[in-house]
């Protein structure tokens, strides 16, 4: 009887489901009735840790990449956000989108928050929380494209050792050069494998912030290297991005492995292969899988906590398409092995066989293009030089970019301008109907894909007005460096309006007679570094000239300190100072080569004393 009564309330309600679907009308897509994704990252293995923007995802080197027309996670630090969130909104140089809150979660330490995306321009958000009547931000971290199907470009470098010190400020002008050579590549996002900062201080982690967010346009993912890891604490996850974390992107599935701070040969412990191995079947349906590590595979240390055995039968078994690695400054092509393994040299002087990078395209499922044209080798770091000398911000009137291509492949990029509104653009390079148009409030982005092929040269222009202008220079700052003769490290800010500072040399005299040039670096589009030495009875003078994109010519009066110049002053003779960089590697060569000459001369002694 009762089986009866069950089973005719059952077809009722089959009946009314079914009822149901046929007489729903087609509903377009809110927020309230969009699917649910997959989630960006695995929310359930982000490591509950605090962190300086209070996010633990997304982040300034773990980005959340988004369509419009769809929902992502938010996850917040509870401790220091507290889970009374009242508003989240996008910010693109001052263009503000407030999402749509769906729900706010409490678990434990984490908070998470899931937003609904309108329809929003493309490009690179910053990521506004306002919680508890504070408001919290984290940079560069939200990625809209309306597309996120194949091919996906990847640019992928590995140790660059950027570095705000003295000893490292060649890495810092260097690592400006990265940032052009990657928003012209324009990829959907960079991954550097490790040792991306050189043993940071927590102000290095925060100008490395600082210039992520001024200077580079791409999403940025991060691994990090033994450099990245501090004695102290977790700072990489402080202030970058959580590790050991797998990330959605369209259809790939990348997985970022952190091998430890242990600088020969890193480590892989059981828990960590333990998670690769639920990761994989969780995300089994992802088409294309990328696993990226700092130290290689190959050289993880078999110790009681590292068991790099297990985890090379879990690689050989699953359907990983590609692993990354950096580390060994050195590259090498594991192409024998499944999966294939690849591990990219430094990405500054110094490289073996040269300094390299490499562009990876994923054309469909499992499919992954890696070759330099017909070469194994990674890409020639300093045969593709790109050059943009005005800051993309939307406050500026021009985009000047000079881009030389000395590889033996032609180069895919995109030129990028963010002009301030108001005013008809004129081109150089490029012609003004080629261009798209995406308008902001108070500037248009221009844009559009070219090709350099190898051999040429190419300079593209858009630009609001004429340029006539020289630079102006702003602030001189200086501060000294005592030894036994006096070290001035000078930082100077220049402005352009127009085109941009194309370069800046500085002249020096030290006895009112002789000047000399200086080696200048340049560290972002508008701040140049230099030094001058001089004996501590003595001052010194300084003349500045800068160059503009289109060659408007800036001279400076000179600039005095203990010691007095009237006039220009006369042209300045070859040589002066080069700067000499106290890198802490050859501190480390003096001590070990110090302690191997105490280490003779105690057993030639002992030796006389038998
Ligand atoms: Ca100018």
């Excluded at 908070?111 to 506004?128: A, I, K, R």
């Excluded at 294309?288 to 906590?305: G, N, Q, R, W, Y």
């Amino acid at each position: 009887m009762e089986d009866e009564k069950m089973r005719r309330r059952l077809t009722l309600l089959i009946t009314l489901i079914l009822i149901s679907i046929i007489i729903t009308p087609y509903t377009p897509l809110t927020a309230e009735n969009i699917p649910a994704p997959m989630d960006i990252v695995d929310i359930d293995h982000l490591k509950p840790i605090e962190t300086f923007s209070g996010f633990l995802y997304p982040r300034i080197a773990l980005p959340a990449f988004v369509s419009p027309q769809s929902s992502f996670k938010i996850v917040l630090y509870t401790p220091v956000t507290g889970n009374n969130v009242e508003k989240v909104y996008l910010d693109y140089d001052g263009a503000r989108y407030e999402l749509e809150i769906m729900s706010v979660d409490p678990r434990g330490e984490k908070t998470v928050v899931t937003v609904f995306v309108g329809d929003l321009p493309e490009g690179l958000y910053d990521l506004y929380v306002v919680a508890g009547g504070k408001t919290y931000v984290e940079y560069n971290s939200v990625s809209v494209k309306s597309s996120r199907g194949y091919p996906l470009k990847i640019l992928w470098y590995s140790d660059t050792h950027y570095d705000t010190r003295r000893s490292g400020i060649k890495q810092r002008d260097n690592f400006l050069k990265l940032i052009w050579r990657a928003n012209f590549i324009n990829p959907d996002f960079v991954i550097v494998t490790g040792d991306v900062l050189n043993t940071a201080t927590e102000e290095n982690y925060v100008s490395f912030i600082k210039d992520i967010n001024n200077l580079l346009r791409v999403p940025l993912i991060l691994v990090p290297g033994n450099h990245d890891h501090h004695y102290k604490e977790d700072l990489f996850t402080k202030y970058l991005a959580p590790s050991n974390i797998s990330i959605n992107i369209g259809p790939l599935h990348l997985i970022l492995v952190d091998t430890g701070p242990n600088g020969m040969n890193g480590w892989i412990t059981n828990d960590q292969v333990e998670w690769l191995r639920q990761d994989l079947e969780k995300y089994g349906a992802m088409e294309t899988k990328i696993i990226a590590s700092h130290h290689p595979f190959s050289m993880l240390e078999e110790s009681d906590v590292s068991n790099p055995a297990a985890l090379e039968e879990l690689l050989q078994s699953s359907d990983i398409d590609l692993v990354l690695h950096g580390h060994m400054h050195y590259s090498i092509v594991e192409d024998d092995k499944k999966p294939l393994r690849l591990t990219l040299p430094n990405a500054y002087e110094g490289g073996q066989p040269y300094t390299g990078f490499r562009i990876l395209k994923v054309t469909g499922p499992h499919k992954i293009e890696w070759r330099y044209g017909d070469s194994k080798d990674p890409y020639p770091m300093f045969d593709l030089e790109v050059y943009e000398y005005q800051i993309q911000n939307g406050s500026y009137n021009g985009y000047y970019l000079k881009v030389v291509n000395n590889m033996a492949v032609a180069v895919e990029g995109t030129i990028f301008a963010k002009i301030k509104s108001g005013n008809n653009i004129l081109t150089e390079g490029v012609s003004a109907d080629d261009l798209n148009k995406i308008e902001f409030p108070t500037f248009t982005i221009y844009s559009t894909d070219v090709t350099v092929n190898p051999g040429e040269t190419k300079i593209f222009k858009i630009y609001g007005e004429e340029d006539n202008e020289p630079p102006s220079l702003v602030d001189v700052s200086i501060s000294s460096s005592k030894g036994k003769r006096i070290t001035e490290l000078i930082y100077l800010t220049l402005e352009d309006k127009v085109s941009g500072i194309e370069r800046v040399e500085v002249s020096y005299t030290l006895d009112n007679e002789t000047w000399s040039k200086a080696t200048v670096y340049r560290l972002t589009y508008n701040l140049f570094y230099t030094e001058v030495k001089h004996d501590p009875d003595n001052g010194f003078a300084l003349r500045v000239t800068a160059y503009d994109a289109e060659g408007n010519k800036f001279v400076s009066e000179p600039l005095n300190y203990s010691l007095i110049v009237s006039g220009a002053g006369p042209e300045p003779t070859a040589g002066g100072q080069e700067i000499s960089i106290p890198y802490p590697e050859t501190a480390i060569v003096v001590i070990v080569a110090t302690l191997a000459i105490v280490v003779y001369i105690v057993y030639r002694r002992k030796l006389a004393t038998k």
